[in-house]
């Protein structure tokens, strides 16, 4: 009797990805191939607080009756993992069942973000660098492209597509011709599906990898500002360039004008190159472009380009909006119904109209809700006339948005930190760069916005009143600049740790009014957050 070999095929994947069908596919696919093969499940909890495993055994020899299967997959023993979204692998690393000797991983390299990479105030998005190092080092062979954006191309779906790429990696005894009869068995969508399969297969054989991006990005200048730009190193005029594209979308060319003069302040002369790269980016746009792999990371929240009520009123009035949503919905000819779920406190509302007109209410307002404004909750249907409307009439008060008093509110802050950008420049360029990432702080809507403003505003009062205190004492700000950074990441951990932030700043200023910079960069170390 020859002994055959059991092959394990493990799928780690999120609820609507496909996992389930993709592991009956296999398990077909094996039958028609003439093996055993056996699939199971363990559920996991719900969306990205936890992955459903699919577990399949294909047992390939001429044993007139196979071994007894398992139902789960054995650490170090694994021959495939077929990863629909790229940060499940790095949790099966994590629970160690691929080794570098016998796994091979089919994976897409594309990000579904964790519930713990969205609630975290700072950015917690896993490096996919990392991801991309570990996959390499944990697996035999790696087989990994960004499937569902290949999906879409070509109007297929992402298990398909991996199906197809597990075809050509050789890893299974499974010709391409059994998976193709399994896809038509199961009647689902089978012409699609064949279509993703073939895609997969053709990169598979290529071997597709991780694409490495361009060290430059794409120069999206508009020519009206073309010779604005002059001024501007060649490093920086990419950044510009995109954000510019972003602020005219936003509001108009002359508003990108003024995010140029502003910008121009911080360039030419013996100006630091990288204060200017950082202003650019936290003063239009704020996104990580530390490493071109790690764009996926770029931050949603922007200052020049802050959501009010109008900009999400344009957002979701948009037709690519309604294009993107009955494509996700796969619906062609069928009615979908959009209901936008809105709950705007009071800034939000009178933040739109004119500063003269509603700041005394405002004044009032703070007064009256120091701790948080009464909310509004609206259901709107955006795809009624009527829902439709109130929503493309909202975003047609862009005109009104320089005079708005929320755009006297946000400007005058924006100035004050390029002012005290500057001034710290003088004493340190590096306690300059530090207060220029701590705009990093001004995100979110509403009471958030609100604390987070509060923070920035003291961590900058703060940074000012440190730098200030050391080079009259004849030293560097070095302090001040260990501070400032330190306030920030404190702040970015989370709720709890703002007070822990203040306090350790009135610490810090303290010691420095004694002359005691030693004791002050100690109280620093020692509150965990120094650098």
Same mark, same amino acid.
């Given at each position: 009797m020859t002994e055959g070999r059991l092959l394990s095929v493990l799928i780690p994947a999120v609820g609507g990805q496909g996992g389930g069908v993709l592991a009956e596919w296999l398990v077909d696919a094996g039958l028609v191939a003439g093996h055993a093969a056996h699939g199971t499940s363990i559920p996991g909890v719900a969306q990205r607080t936890g992955s459903t495993t699919y577990y399949v055994e294909i047992y390939a020899g001429d044993r007139e009756e196979p071994p007894t299967f398992s139902l789960y997959p054995v650490p170090g023993a694994l021959d495939v993992l077929l990863a629909p979204e790229f940060l499940e692998v790095g949790r099966a690393i994590e629970l160690g069942f691929p080794s570098p000797e016998r796994t091979t991983i089919v994976a897409s390299t594309h990000r579904l973000f964790s519930i713990h990479e969205k609630m975290a105030t700072g950015r917690a998005i896993h490096p996919p660098g990392e991801l991309e190092a570990a996959a390499r080092a944990f697996s035999r062979t790696l087989v990994a492209f960004d499937a569902l954006a290949v999906a879409r191309e070509h109007g297929s779906e992402v298990n398909a597509v991996l199906l197809g790429a597990l075809a050509a990696s050789d890893a299974l005894p499974i010709g391409p011709e059994a998976f193709r009869e399994a896809i038509e068995?199961?009647?689902?969508?089978?012409?699609?599906?064949?279509?993703?399969?073939?895609?997969?297969?053709?990169?598979?054989?290529?071997?597709?990898?991780?694409?490495r991006p361009s060290a430059k990005r794409p120069f999206r200048a508009p020519p009206a500002l073309a010779e604005s730009l002059t001024v501007f190193p060649d490093a920086l005029r990419p950044l510009v360039g995109e954000a510019l594209t972003r602020l005219i979308d936003y509001q108009d060319e002359k508003y990108a004008a003024l995010y140029l003069e502003r910008l121009a302040r911080f360039v030419g002369g013996d100006r630091d190159p990288a204060l200017a790269e950082i202003v650019a980016r936290q003063l239009?746009?704020?996104?990580?472009?530390?490493?071109?792999?790690?764009?996926?990371?770029?931050q949603l929240a922007v200052w020049m380009t802050y959501e009010d009520a109008i900009r999400v009123a344009d957002l979701k009035t948009r037709a690519s909006r309604f294009e993107r949503i009955r494509r996700e919905a796969r619906v062609k000819d069928g009615e979908v119904e959009v209901t936008d779920f809105l709950k705007p406190d009071l800034d939000e509302i009178y933040g739109v109209l004119p500063y003269r007109l509603v700041a005394p209410f405002a004044r009032w307002a703070e007064r009256r809700w120091p701790r948080g404004r009464p909310t509004v909750g609206q259901r709107v249907k955006t795809?009624?006339?009527l829902g439709f409307l109130r929503l493309w009439l909202l975003a047609r008060l862009r005109p009104l948005r320089p005079v708005s008093y929320r755009a006297q509110w946000e400007h005058e802050r924006m100035e004050r930190w390029l002012t005290a950008v500057r001034r710290c420049a003088e004493w340190n360029s590096a306690l300059a760069c530090e207060v220029a990432r701590a705009a990093q702080l001004v995100k979110g809507y509403g009471e958030v916005r609100r604390r987070m403003t509060g923070a920035f505003d003291d961590l900058i009062q703060r940074a000012l009143q440190a730098g200030s205190l050391e080079t009259l004492q004849g030293g560097h700000a070095s302090v001040a600049t260990e501070l400032t950074a330190a306030y920030r990441r404190l702040v970015l951990q989370?709720? %709890?740790?703002?007070?822990?932030? &203040? /306090?350790? +700043? =009135?610490?810090?200023? $303290?010691?420095? %009014?004694?002359?005691?910079?030693? &004791? /002050?960069? +100690? =109280?620093?170390?020692? $509150?965990?957050?120094?650098?």
């Open positions: 068995r199961k009647g689902i969508q089978a012409e699609a599906n064949l279509r993703g399969f073939d895609v997969g297969l053709t990169l598979g054989r290529q071997r597709a990898e991780t694409p239009a746009v704020w996104m990580t472009y530390e490493d071109a792999i790690r764009v996926a990371e770029r795809t009624t006339i989370g709720p %709890e740790q703002e007070a822990k932030a &203040a /306090a350790l +700043a =009135a610490d810090v200023i $303290s010691r420095l %009014e004694k002359n005691e910079p030693d &004791a /002050a960069r +100690a =109280a620093i170390t020692g $509150s965990g957050a120094g650098g």
